[in-house]
């Protein structure tokens, strides 16, 4: 039998969960990127937690904001999967290849995603290499149900950062 760390990590290899791009705003500069740590956590209230790496451009700007703009990524939507989840907004300029409007607080909305919701962010919590955001709905656009595009499918989009 392997290390504990290495077990787990076969573990969890095998488990497939949707995917989300977090975009958010502060002072002018805009991030986004791809996330898999994500989930509802309360019913009532309604609550979701959103986590980032904390080598992150997004995570350095959420820092300082109140508003994160959380989007489910559909199946067919893996050009952006790769954009947020594959480049760095520290070398590009993700918003310049996408279509994009300016949503709840300034937070960027990726208009090609018909489903989003902005979340306030009412607590920040340290995970190790990830600080998870705690949301409360304040904005949602609910269109369509899709077929996510999930972990399993996007595992071979190298991280825009070191990982």
Known sequence: MGSLDSDFARLVSHLDY??????????????????????QVSIHPPRFLACLSVKNRTYRLAEHTDTL?????????????????????DEVDKFARCQWRQGPHGAPVLTELENWFA????DRIDFGDHVGFLLEPSAVS??????????RRGRWIDPGHEP
Do not use: D, M, Y
């Open 18 to 39: 949707s995917l989300f791009i977090v975009t958010t705003a502060n002072r002018g500069e805009r991030a986004g990127c791809l996330i898999g740590f994500a989930s």
């Open 142 to 151: 609910a269109k369509e149900s899709q077929e996510p595009f999930t972990f």
């Open 119 to 122: 979340g306030r962010v009412l």
């Open 69 to 89: 703009v959380v989007h489910p990524v559909p199946e067919e939507a893996e050009e952006l999967a790769l954009l947020f989840g594959g480049e760095t907004g």
